[in-house]
C-alpha cells in the first residue's frame, strides 16, 4: 500500500485564540498519537494537506509524516484517522494521526480486486459489485495493495460473502461474515427482450 510524504511541524499547547490564528495563516492543527507515541500537537500546511488527501485512493491513507521541531525532525508512518471539515467553505480544520507500531496491529480500509469473469457472465448474468473495500486488522508488515478475490466460479444468482474471502495469515477482517460483497444476478427483462427481438430479426 502507498505511504504518501506530509510535513508537520510541533506546536505548543493550546492557547486560546491559536486555532484562529492558524487557520488565518492557512495552517491546520492536529494531533498524532498512537500506542507507543504520547499525543503531540500539530501544525500541517493547507495546500499540502489537501494535496496529499488527492491523493487517497480509498478511506485510509498512510502517510510518512516528517516532523520538524527547530533544527531536528524525525519521521514515522502514520494512518490518517479522523479529519474534520469545515462543510460552509469545504476545507479541512483538524486531523487526528495515529502513529502505526511494527508490533501492533491496527484497523485500516483495503480496496478489493475482482478477479477473473465469473461463469454467470457469459451465460448473460449481471455482475454487481456491492463492496469495494474491506475492514481488516492487521501489522504494517501485512498490509496488501488490494485483496484479490476470484469471482470466477459465481454463477446467475449466485453472491460471495465476506465469509468467502480468503485472507493472508496475520490479517483479520473486521466486517460482518454475513455480508455481500458481489453477485451476478439475472439478465434484465430489458435486455432479455432485446436478445429475442435480434433473433428474430
Not at 498524532?32 to 488527492?54: I, Q
Not at 451465460?123 to 495493495?145: A, H, N, Q, Y
Request: with cysteine.
Amino acid at each position: 500500500m502507498e505511504i504518501v510524504p506530509l510535513k508537520a511541524e510541533i506546536r505548543a499547547e493550546k492557547k486560546k485564540g491559536e486555532v484562529k490564528r492558524l487557520r488565518r495563516e492557512r495552517k491546520i492543527p492536529g494531533v498524532l498519537y498512537g500506542p507507543d507515541v504520547k499525543p503531540v500537537l500539530l501544525t500541517l500546511d493547507k495546500k499540502e494537506l489537501l494535496k496529499v488527501l488527492r491523493q487517497g485512493k480509498h478511506k485510509s491513507l498512510l502517510v510518512q509524516l516528517e516532523i520538524s521541531a527547530g533544527s531536528e525532525g524525525e519521521k514515522k508512518k502514520c494512518l490518517l484517522k479522523e479529519l474534520q471539515w469545515d462543510h460552509m467553505r469545504g476545507e479541512p480544520i483538524h486531523v487526528d494521526l495515529y502513529a502505526i507500531s511494527d508490533t501492533h496491529s491496527f484497523s485500516v480500509s483495503m480496496p478489493i480486486s475482482f478477479k477473473n469473469t465469473p461463469v454467470g457472465v457469459t451465460k448473460g448474468g449481471i455482475f454487481e459489485p456491492i463492496m469495494r473495500e474491506l475492514s481488516v486488522s492487521c501489522r504494517f508488515d501485512r498490509l496488501l495493495d488490494s485483496i484479490d478475490v476470484d469471482v470466477s466460479r459465481l454463477d446467475i444468482g449466485d453472491a460471495l460473502h465476506v465469509r468467502d474471502i480468503p485472507v493472508p495469515e496475520g490479517v483479520k477482517i473486521k466486517d460482518m461474515p454475513e455480508e455481500v460483497v458481489a453477485l451476478v444476478s439475472p439478465p434484465s427483462e430489458e435486455g432479455t427482450t432485446e436478445a429475442k427481438a435480434d433473433e428474430k430479426a
